[in-house]
């Protein structure tokens, strides 16, 4: 989602000068200045809106997944993440993952609060609105603090998450992003290739979710001193399900709207060819997910094939230009079946992530990151070399924020307002006045 060569307009031009061939075909294939502005605009603005839309997504899908007498609490989390990733990448977080610098650089920061163009006026030498491509990369950044609070749910205060959200989307988030889509270190110095965020965007949040599950620890009787493992049944499935078809909708804005133009032809062709391929690799994950929780546990599990879905979605992530609709499918039905393998995995290693979050974003966007270079320009070593610089990264910044937090203002609420629930303690509003007692 680089948005620093790709718009059609300048790229075009340039290109039409070195090949005479090429002019005579983008002279039927793309259309003129103005239009080309509005039409990559309009892609910008859809994609957004889209993406914006994931949020709710991501609400719903989580108010689901918990028990009752925190669902309330999980409903304020996603508003006020989405609304403070909003304030902080528009202060400093814009200004560090598009720093505006040539070279293999960790770190840069533009200097200013990002402009906005005034009433009226439109720059086509920029190829499209600035506020529009401010606005889409924005709703990426606050999908990865989504992603932190699922993992986190049941058991976090809300004005640590609150604290623990600005720094991760004003500041870790941003830095990653600037190594790549800001023509950064891995972009420079290592060809590395995310198409759409699944390691900066995806893992990322999920990095940043493993480290807190950590040193927050489970829920209180998740784990039994015997090594048993006790099953908190989420709430509402119809509403988790709603909340991972809202997700996949979303994802159609988060990876075709990546490929930043509309004014030619081919990026036309680009954009429904993404749209095929993030969708075939979504219901490969699905049934990847149910044949293997049939085979292993000899029931299908719903919740299973939820994140299936997701999963897919975040592995084809990476790349869903580049392949083919079978390669999409192989891709995608890996990605299915890697929450149905760590999840277990997780809860034998005693980390509680409520919603599968962990094995979603961040397995899955490990593996859409590595696979790239099976269909997509990019090396095995430059996309290792990503993920291990997102892994040290974001571990330690974010072990550091939840450390000082646990330190000063603690992380938990105490094991009397847990038991009871957060709602009540927390935010004085139940989701589900008088059953909340009964989970």
């Given at each position: 989602?680089?948005?620093?060569?790709?718009?059609?307009?300048?790229?075009?031009?340039?290109?039409?000068?070195?090949?005479?061939?090429?002019?005579?075909?983008?002279?039927?294939?793309?259309?003129?200045?103005?239009?080309?502005?509005?039409?990559?605009?309009?892609?910008?603005?859809?994609?957004?809106?889209?993406?914006?839309?994931?949020?709710?997504?991501?609400?719903?899908?989580?108010?689901?997944?918990?028990?009752?007498?925190?669902?309330?609490?999980?409903?304020?989390?996603?508003?006020?993440?989405?609304?403070?990733?909003?304030?902080?990448?528009?202060?400093?977080?814009?200004?560090?993952?598009?720093?505006?610098?040539?070279?293999?650089?960790?770190?840069?920061?533009?200097?200013?609060?990002?402009?906005?163009?005034?009433?009226?006026?439109?720059?086509?030498?920029?190829?499209?609105?600035?506020?529009?491509?401010?606005?889409?990369?924005?709703?990426?950044?606050?999908?990865?603090?989504?992603?932190?609070?699922?993992?986190?749910?049941?058991?976090?205060?809300?004005?640590?998450?609150?604290?623990?959200?600005?720094?991760?989307?004003?500041?870790?988030?941003?830095?990653?992003?600037?190594?790549?889509?800001?023509?950064?270190?891995?972009?420079?110095?290592?060809?590395?290739?995310?198409?759409?965020?699944?390691?900066?965007?995806?893992?990322?949040?999920?990095?940043?979710?493993?480290?807190?599950?950590?040193?927050?620890?489970?829920?209180?009787?998740?784990?039994?001193?015997?090594?048993?493992?006790?099953?908190?049944?989420?709430?509402?499935?119809?509403?988790?399900?709603?909340?991972?078809?809202?997700?996949?909708?979303?994802?159609?804005?988060?990876?075709?709207?990546?490929?930043?133009?509309?004014g030619t032809v081919g990026d036309v062709s680009d954009v429904s060819k993404i749209f095929v391929n993030t969708n075939m690799a979504a219901a490969?994950?699905?049934?990847?997910?149910?044949?293997?929780?049939?085979?292993?546990?000899?029931?299908?599990?719903?919740?299973?094939?939820?994140?299936?879905?997701?999963?897919?979605?975040?592995?084809?992530?990476?790349?869903?230009?580049?392949?083919?609709?079978?390669?999409?499918?192989?891709?995608?039905?890996?990605?299915?079946?890697?929450?149905?393998?760590?999840?277990?995995?997780?809860?034998?290693?005693?980390?509680?992530?409520?919603?599968?979050?962990?094995p979603v974003h961040l397995v899955a966007g490990i593996w859409g990151t590595l696979i790239v270079?099976?269909?997509?320009?990019?090396?095995?070593?430059?996309?290792?070399?990503?993920?291990?610089?997102?892994?040290?990264?974001?571990?330690?910044?974010?072990?550091?924020?939840?450390?000082?937090?646990?330190?000063?203002?603690?992380?938990?609420?105490?094991?009397?307002?847990?038991?009871?629930?957060?709602?009540?303690?927390?935010?004085?509003?139940?989701?589900?006045?008088?059953?909340?007692?009964?989970?």
């Open positions: 989602m680089k948005n620093i060569i790709k718009y059609g307009v300048p790229a075009l031009a340039a290109t039409a000068i070195a090949s005479p061939a090429f002019a005579q075909e983008a002279a039927a294939d793309a259309v003129g200045g103005g239009t080309a502005y509005i039409l990559n605009t309009l892609l910008f603005l859809m994609g957004g809106f889209l993406v914006m839309w994931m949020a709710a997504g991501f609400a719903m899908l989580e108010a689901g997944l918990v028990r009752a007498k925190n669902t309330s609490t999980q409903c304020l989390k996603n508003i006020g993440l989405y609304s403070i990733a909003g304030l902080m990448f528009w202060v400093i977080g814009y200004n560090i993952a598009y720093p505006g610098f040539d070279g293999p650089g960790l770190f840069g920061m533009a200097g200013t609060i990002y402009p906005m163009q005034g009433v009226g006026e439109a720059d086509l030498e920029t190829g499209y609105s600035v506020a529009s491509d401010w606005f889409f990369q924005m709703v990426f950044c606050a999908t990865t603090a989504s992603i932190v609070s699922g993992t986190l749910a049941e058991r976090i205060k809300i004005v640590p998450f609150f604290i623990f959200v600005t720094v991760l989307t004003g500041i870790i988030y941003p830095v990653v992003v600037s190594w790549e889509w800001g023509g950064g270190y891995l972009d420079a110095a290592w060809g590395f290739s995310d198409f759409a965020g699944s390691t900066l965007v995806h893992s990322t949040g999920g990095w940043a979710a493993l480290v807190g599950a950590l040193i927050l620890g489970p829920r209180l009787g998740r784990y039994g001193a015997d090594g048993s493992i006790n099953v908190f049944p989420g709430t509402n499935i119809p509403l988790a399900t709603l909340g991972t078809f809202i997700l996949w909708l979303g994802w159609f804005g988060f990876n075709g709207a990546s490929q930043l133009a509309m490969a994950g699905v049934v990847v997910a149910i044949i293997a929780t049939q085979l292993r546990y000899g029931k299908a599990d719903v919740t299973m094939a939820l994140n299936g879905a997701l999963a897919g979605l975040v592995a084809i992530t990476a790349e869903p230009l580049a392949p083919t609709v079978g390669h999409s499918i192989i891709i995608g039905a890996v990605g299915g079946l890697l929450p149905v393998i760590f999840v277990p995995i997780l809860d034998k290693l005693k980390i509680d992530d409520v919603v599968g979050a962990i270079p099976w269909t997509g320009d990019a090396t095995f070593v430059g996309q290792l070399v990503g993920v291990l610089l997102t892994m040290v990264w974001v571990s330690v910044a974010s072990g550091i924020v939840w450390f000082i937090l646990k330190a000063t203002i603690g992380l938990r609420p105490s094991a009397e307002v847990e038991t009871a629930g957060l709602d009540i303690h927390e935010i004085g509003v139940e989701a589900y006045p008088g059953l909340a007692n009964q989970n």
